[in-house]
């Protein structure tokens, strides 16, 4: 499974961006992408998932009315647009795959880090006042 993000860079407070997370090596079907963001000296954090086999997806609360996940089964990407960007909003953006889901009770969502099974590099967000 490989992920590559894109779309990162630096953008007024307000601003938009979207980022990509083009995903291969594995069947665009039934899976979970996370996006997560981590700001220096923070841990890592959800920002948002979208679960392949409802389409359903979660959003942190601080995100909640901001961004949007979106996926393109036929381009085999997930991507997080992001309005209203705030400078707190600043980090490091990894996307995440679970691969194969498997079977999940309703309302679940893997929230940590450590329910995924791959990621991939990075791609830095920097919101300035």
């Known amino acids: 499974v490989q992920l590559v993000e894109s779309g990162g860079g630096l953008v007024q407070a307000g601003g938009s961006l979207r980022l990509s997370c083009a995903a291969s090596?594995?069947?665009?079907?039934?899976?979970?992408i996370g996006w997560f963001r981590q700001a220096p000296g923070k841990e890592r954090e959800v920002v948002s998932i979208?679960?392949?086999?409802?389409?359903?997806?979660y959003y942190a609360d601080s995100v909640k009315g901001r961004f949007a996940i979106s996926a393109d089964n036929a381009k085999n990407t997930v991507y997080l647009q992001m309005t209203e960007l705030a400078p707190e909003d600043t980090g490091v953006y990894y996307c995440?795959?679970?691969?194969?889901?498997?079977?999940?009770?309703?309302?679940?969502?893997?929230?940590?880090?450590?329910?995924?099974?791959?990621w991939g590099q990075g791609t830095q967000v920097t919101v300035f006042a």
């Open positions: 979208i679960m392949r086999s409802d389409g359903d997806t």
């Open positions: 995440a795959a679970r691969v194969p889901l498997g079977y999940y009770s309703p309302g679940y969502y893997p929230k940590k880090a450590y329910e995924y099974d791959s």
């Open positions: 090596g594995f069947t665009f079907d039934e899976y979970a």
